[in-house]
């Protein structure tokens, strides 16, 4: 409308869409096919349908490429989008008037708004509110220093050459609402750009999310507030304007008093627990998601901002939020966002910089302070808070990705004319710039896992046997509780040794843009049901009330939401923070006697863990534990019958002094087997002498114990090794094992099991741990494998490459 409005007082600037009204006859929507005459591609919908194929097919091929060059899809989108445009392919008159005519792309437009629309309301359900409630210092202070110095720089330089620039850019707003939204960061950009960097759950990422989150609900506000200025400004009377403001007034009001309390009673009322919405549910919010956006656009507001306060408006995550990822973003939002965005490309006109060279230095001078005037915020925020600068930069960085939302506002300034098309395709490119560049750049400067790496490591070995053993148990689910209880029940706790476990309940994010690591606390939602975090916890609290001696296990409990692929993030973080001697995780494959399940996703932040983790590791294997009771104590309790098979090395004496422990409550025994090899004299190597130190401190301290057994075990080679172990598993409720990952130099400790490897299937269990895990010996006993975190980086990434083996 204001296009038109523009052009009849006298505009001759070139717009980004066609002002004129295009053409057509309504009737031409089905084709009959070619062999009845009929042209396909001058109907709507045969178009349609190859405009999106197209589009999908480029930047499926055109993805495959830039990915390996660090780029996100968003790039990729936008380039492609370029790629079908004037600037390349749409040079061709023939090509625009058949592919791309005038007709058709106001159909796909359409279409990909009300992608953008359900994009934004499904962002606004997953975003997670609580994350403003008590944000970190260094959030508030990069969040705001990162909005205000852009602002700070970038306007009194605008007003200062304002006489000197081009009059498109003298007498408009449009540099003003650039450095506004420049300064500011999208909060659904960033999540999305840090889910596909697997930085969601890092400790940047977090400040990061937490830091657009406040900049983002600030610029919706005033959002909110500049459109009700505007209208009230262009108000012919007051009464206009009280019908302006009472309308919107209303919308918020039914939000926060209609809306909102219908969702909960959804998600908590009409909805199992652990269950989806159901179809009739789905198809009510996605209607209230729609009708938000047209009222909002009908009261003359941004249609964006209905979708948007309706979703923060509902609760995020089971089963509002999970069912929007479900069904909504895995289908319609990924098959027509991807529309929208190559559209914008589409748009931007390169294919004759020498007429706008003016133009182009000045709007691109402004986009060039606010980007650095915002590195320079960032930054600053963080050497403030004492953050190491490589880390402040990288935050800045990551406050600077651009995205859909930047999209949105440019082609709402084409929209609205405040944006010429030079000026929109000299913005569009900035954007796809500054992100093309930022993302390839936190690749190479920001490693996570670097800071485990680099920890001082904490073992068992080099613990005193008293000391508390501080253990961070990992669970993926209830079905991993009773066997870990009941190892942790054997392990002699007690008050002269206690056992204070960190007991985190790992869950896949789903239905929420951030991911969380936080202190259990008791749900207060979904009806008075207990969630299974809650069943988790109450089965190891009651664990630490039954000890016999109070204070021998303390429990403190957390719950963890995170993508599979960087979920060994929060768990090294924790036993960094928390300063754990073991990690200890339940093995990826479980059986009920009948069959066996496998979670490859489990296995992958297994072995992860394995690779960063800044202390010792163990994995259980359940093949019996499973009918344990959470409730054992140390009379009844199903592992009385333990062995150690130690055959030399730092994963071995660790495993030596974790199963030390056990005897110490009175209710294990524990056999230890020592493998030597026949006419074998030794080298008098570091782990040699260490290995016979260790062992004989262990038989001193334990001679007297007759709950204790030492034998020794002389075999020829690796096949007497398996020989042996096959002869003496049954015998015993759990074996402990060193993992030994590759990198021991014990010549005849690695004769030991030479060859046996060949056939390994699980190399995170190491040799033994995958043979004595294998089907002949998976309904007799449970395996506890044991890994030493390496002193030095390059042991680890001898077990980094072990385990990828």
């Known amino acids: 409308m204001s296009a038109v409005a523009n052009l009849s007082a006298g505009a001759v600037e070139p717009t980004v869409k066609p002002l004129a009204a295009a053409c057509y006859d309504n009737n031409l929507v089905n084709s009959q096919g070619m062999f009845l005459g009929d042209q396909p591609l001058r109907f709507a ?3 349609l349908l190859v405009q999106v194929s197209v589009i999908l097919v480029l930047s499926a091929a055109a993805h495959v490429v830039l990915r390996r060059l660090g780029q996100s899809r968003f790039v990729t989108h936008m380039l492609v989008g370029v790629f079908l445009g004037p600037t390349v392919l749409g040079r061709s008159e023939s090509f625009r008037g058949v592919l791309f005519s005038e007709r058709g792309t106001y159909i796909l437009e359409s279409v990909s708004l009300v992608a953008l629309i359900l994009f934004l309301f499904s962002m606004g359900v997953k975003t997670d509110l609580s994350l403003l409630r008590r944000p970190s210092g260094r959030a508030v202070a990069v969040g705001i220093t990162g909005a205000l110095v852009p602002l700070a720089v970038t306007l009194p330089v605008f007003h200062a050459l304002q006489p000197s620039l081009p009059e ?16 500011l960061s999208s909060f659904p950009v960033i999540a999305d750009a840090l889910s596909d960097l697997d930085l969601l759950n890092t400790d940047l990422g977090r400040i990061a999310l937490t830091a657009s989150l406040i900049t983002d609900v600030t610029s919706w506000f005033l959002r909110a507030c500049s459109a009700a200025v505007f209208l009230v400004s262009e108000a012919k009377s007051p009464a206009f304007t009280a019908q302006i403001l009472a309308s919107f007034v209303a919308f918020v009001l039914f939000v926060g008093f209609v809306a909102r309390p219908a969702g909960r009673y959804i998600a908590y009322k009409r909805t199992p627990a652990g269950s989806l919405l159901s179809e009739g549910s789905f198809v009510v919010v996605v209607i209230a998601a729609l009708l938000s956006a047209l009222v909002t656009d009908a009261i003359g507001f941004k249609y964006m901002i209905g979708p948007m306060m309706l979703g923060l408006a509902l609760p995020g995550g089971m089963p509002i939020g999970a069912t929007m990822t479900e069904r909504l973003d895995s289908f319609f939002i990924a098959l027509f966002l991807p529309v929208y965005m190559a559209l914008s490309g589409y748009r931007t006109d390169l294919s004759k910089p020498e007429a706008s060279t003016e133009k182009w230095c000045a709007l691109e001078l402004f986009v060039a302070l606010c980007v650095s005037g915002k590195l320079v915020g960032c930054v600053a925020a963080g050497l403030f808070f004492a953050m190491p600068f490589r880390d402040a930069a990288v935050l800045a960085l990551m406050l ?3 995205g859909i939302v930047e999209v949105a506002a440019i082609n709402n300034w084409g929209d609205t004319m405040k944006a010429t098309a030079e000026h929109y395709s000299t913005l569009t490119l900035s954007m796809v710039l500054i992100t093309a560049v930022s993302t390839p750049l936190i690749k190479l400067l920001y490693d996570p896992s670097g800071q485990f790496v680099k920890a001082k490591r904490r073992t068992l070995e080099d613990a005193r046997p008293s000391a508390d053993l501080r253990v961070l148990t990992c ?15 054997a392990s002699g706790a007690s008050r002269d040794s206690p056992v204070s476990l960190i007991v985190l309940h790992l869950t896949e994010l789903v239905g929420r843009a951030a991911s969380v690591l936080k202190p259990h606390r008791k749900s207060s939602g979904g ?3 207990p969630t299974p975090s809650d ?19 303390t429990v403190s409990p957390y719950v963890a939401q995170a993508p599979y692929s960087s979920m060994h993030h929060d768990v090294c973080s924790l036993a960094h923070s928390r300063k754990a001697n073991l990690i200890l995780l339940p093995f990826h494959k479980s059986s009920d006697g009948a069959r066996s399940t496998a979670n490859n996703a489990i296995r992958s932040i297994n072995r992860a863990v394995l690779q960063y983790a800044p202390c010792s590791v163990a994995i259980l294997v359940d093949h019996g534990l499973a009918a344990g009771s959470a409730c054992a104590t140390s009379a009844n309790s199903l592992l009385q019958r333990v062995a150690l098979y130690f055959l030399g090395g730092p994963d071995d004496r660790e495993a030596l002094a974790y199963a030390a422990r056990m005897p110490e409550a009175g209710g294990v025994s524990l056999t230890v087997v020592r493998f030597k090899l026949r006419n074998w004299v030794g080298m008098g190597g570091r782990d040699e002498v260490r290995d016979e130190e260790v062992l004989h401190d262990f038989w001193t301290r334990h001679r007297d114990n007759e709950r204790v057994v030492y034998v020794e075990k002389t075999v020829e080679d690796a096949e007497g090794t398996a020989s042996v172990v096959r002869s003496m598993s049954e015998k015993f409720d759990l074996l402990i094992v060193g993992r030994r990952g590759g990198d021991d130099d014990l010549e005849g400790s690695a004769a030991l099991t030479s060859g046996l490897s060949d056939w390994s299937e699980f190399p995170e269990l190491g040799v033994l741990g995958d043979m004595l895990s294998s089907a002949e010996f998976a309904s007799k006993v449970s395996i506890l494998v044991i890994q030493q975190q390496p002193s030095r980086s390059a042991a680890a990434a001898g077990r980094a490459s072990s385990i990828n083996d």
Do not use: M
């Not at 498109?168 to 300064?183: F, H, M, N, P």
């Not at 669970?475 to 029940?489: C, F, G, K, R, V």
């Open 45 to 47: 919908l045969p178009l």
């Open 168 to 183: 498109d850019l003298r007498g408009s707003s449009l540099v003003t609402e650039l450095a506004v939204r420049l300064s």
């Open 400 to 402: 600077n990705i651009r």
């Open 475 to 489: 669970l993926y689910s209830e079905d991993h509780a009773a066997p870990l209880i009941d190892l942790l029940e």
């Open 527 to 529: 009806g008075g049901n």
């Open 535 to 553: 069943r988790i916890v109450n089965a190891f609290r009651y664990l630490e009330q039954q000890q016999a001696s109070p204070g021998a296990i």
